[in-house]
Nanobody, 116 residues
Framework: QVQLVESGGGLVQPGGSLRLSCAASGLTFSTYAMRWYRQGPGKERELVAAISGVGGTNYADSVKGRFTISRDNAKSTVFLQMNSLKPEDTAVYYC??????????WGQGTQVTVSS
């Protein structure tokens, strides 16, 4: 059974930093692209950052230069380092594991709130 468990969310002031983690189990981690999505209040879910099995990355324009996605294949974990946080980054952040042919798994989400 595949499980993705996010952690690291919380309340932070504008300009602050948080590091999200997503620990995966039940899958061959290195063969999956890993993605972070977020869904803010009243908004649709959006892709924030993605990393391939070999480390290629891409980011939403809104987070470029502030967020960094990384992965540790030995520990089956993906990270999202979030710096210079803004109130508009407030959302539930979801971890996603994806590869072709219908392999698509989601975590339960972790809340990030940016507020003074």
């Amino acid at each position: 059974q595949v499980q993705l468990v996010e952690s690291g969310g919380g309340l932070v002031q504008p300009g602050g930093s948080l590091r999200l983690s997503c620990a995966a189990s039940g899958l061959t981690f290195s063969t999956y692209a890993m993605r972070w999505y977020r869904q803010g209040p009243g908004k649709e879910r959006e892709l924030v950052a993605a990393i391939s099995g070999v480390g290629g990355t891409n980011y939403a324009d809104s987070v470029k230069g502030r967020f960094t996605i990384s992965r540790d294949n030995a520990k089956s974990t993906v990270f999202l380092q979030m710096n210079s946080l803004k109130p508009e980054d407030t959302a539930v952040y979801y971890c996603n594991a994806y590869k072709k042919w219908g392999y698509d798994y989601w975590g339960q989400g972790t809340q990030v709130t940016v507020s003074s």
